[in-house]
């Protein structure tokens, strides 16, 4: 059974370039909730994605946002890119809401702007 | 002050000794995560716990709730341990997660 899967696994961006991650999930799940992780805030919550809708969002700028296909694939987008943007980005699919459930975590995008 | 605190930060051991890292929380939460981490990013799910003592092999994670505290124990540990391990809290408030810091553990052979 294939893993989540997370593309690309790095990525350098200019300021003010937007960029887009994809997320595939676990066959089956429909859950994916997206994470960041910096040396200086650690892993903090972005939001997560239920059967193509957001159901639960964290505290990021209007800037980060995202989206769930009928296939449970997701992707996240960030705009306007600016130098503290720098981190890993994860991504973890589960059957149902994560609180419940088991996550499987992809093994995550490096964003790094300069 | 952090809703959710982990102890130790960092931890160096003789392999086969008995470790255990803290996760302390202030919030209600609906369950408690504990995650392992290894260099180059990859995260695996160890535990999820709402209640009571959980094992797998030589891992053992326990929860009280009235404490609003979280153990994570390594028996008979191996240099393979060494990782990240981070605890993560889901808000009894609004659903949302919210991470410990994270203690690094460095297994010596």
């Known amino acids: 059974k294939a893993g989540v899967t997370q593309t690309p696994r790095y990525l350098i961006k200019t300021r003010g370039q937007q960029v887009t991650l994809s997320c595939s999930p676990i066959s089956g799940h429909r859950s994916v909730s997206w994470y960041q992780q910096t040396p200086g805030q650690g892993l903090q919550f972005l939001f997560e994605y239920f059967s193509e809708t957001q159901r639960n969002k964290g505290n990021f700028p209007g800037r980060f946002s995202g989206r769930q296909f009928s296939n449970s694939r997701s992707e996240m987008n960030v705009s306007t890119l600016e130098l503290g943007d720098s981190a890993l980005y994860l991504c973890?699919?589960?059957?149902?809401?994560?609180?419940?459930?088991?996550?499987?975590f992809g093994q995550g995008t490096r964003l790094t702007v300069v | 002050k952090n809703e959710v605190e982990q102890s130790p930060q960092n931890l160096t051991a003789q392999e086969g000794e008995f470790i255990t890292i803290n996760c302390s929380y202030s919030?209600?939460?609906?369950?408690l995560h504990w995650l392992q981490q290894h260099p180059g990013g990859g995260i695996v799910s160890l535990f999820m716990l709402s209640s009571g003592k959980k094992k797998h092999g030589r891992l053992i994670a326990t929860i009280n709730i009235q404490e609003k505290h979280s153990s994570l124990h390594i028996t008979a540990s191996h240099p393979r341990d060494s990782a990240v391990y981070i605890c993560?809290?889901?808000?009894?408030?609004?659903?949302?997660?919210?991470f410990g810091k994270g203690t690094r553990l460095h297994i010596l052979p």
């Open positions: 919030v209600g939460i609906s369950a």
């Open positions: 993560a809290a889901h808000l009894n408030r609004d659903d949302k997660i919210i």
């Open positions: 973890a699919s589960s059957l149902d809401r994560p609180a419940n459930t088991e996550a499987f």
